[in-house]
Nanobody, 125 residues
Framework: HVQLVESGGGSVQAGGSLRLSCVAS????????MGWFRQIPDKEREGVAG???????NYANFVKGRFAGPKDGARDIPTLQITDLKAEETSMYYC????????????????????WGQGTQVTVS
């Protein structure tokens, strides 16, 4: 069983930035596709980014260059840099993992993931 713990959420003003991190309880996390999701109140959970073991990242269309995954191919601790945040993007951000390559699945689809963290709250005012 894989446990995931997110951190880095907080309160920012519109236009601000945050850096989210996800720590996994296993050393073999490199064998997993990692995903970041968000859930805006009263809306369904939506995929933000899918991060392959080499750090390559697929992004949702709405990201529009404002989000960035791990740098330099490093994926030991999957991070998500989020910038130019909007008030309507106040949401809970979740880290997820599944033991396969992202290229073998639809990495922005919540149902493909087996393990989830408790989430970290991002509040934009």
């Amino acid at each position: 069983h894989v446990q995931l713990v997110e951190s880095g959420g907080g309160s920012v003003q519109a236009g601000g930035s945050l850096r989210l991190s996800c720590v996994a309880s296993v050393d073999t996390i490199g064998r997993y596709c990692m995903g970041w999701f968000r859930q805006i109140p009263d809306k369904e959970r939506e995929g933000v980014a899918g991060i392959e073991s080499d750090g390559s990242t697929n992004y949702a269309n709405f990201v529009k260059g404002r989000f960035a995954g791990p740098k330099d191919g490093a994926r030991d601790i999957p991070t998500l840099q989020i910038t130019d945040l909007k008030a309507e993007e106040t949401s809970m951000y979740y880290c997820a993992a599944t033991k396969t390559r992202c290229g073998m699945i639809a990495p922005l689809t919540a149902s493909v993931y087996n393990y989830w963290g408790q989430g970290t709250q991002v509040t934009v005012s």
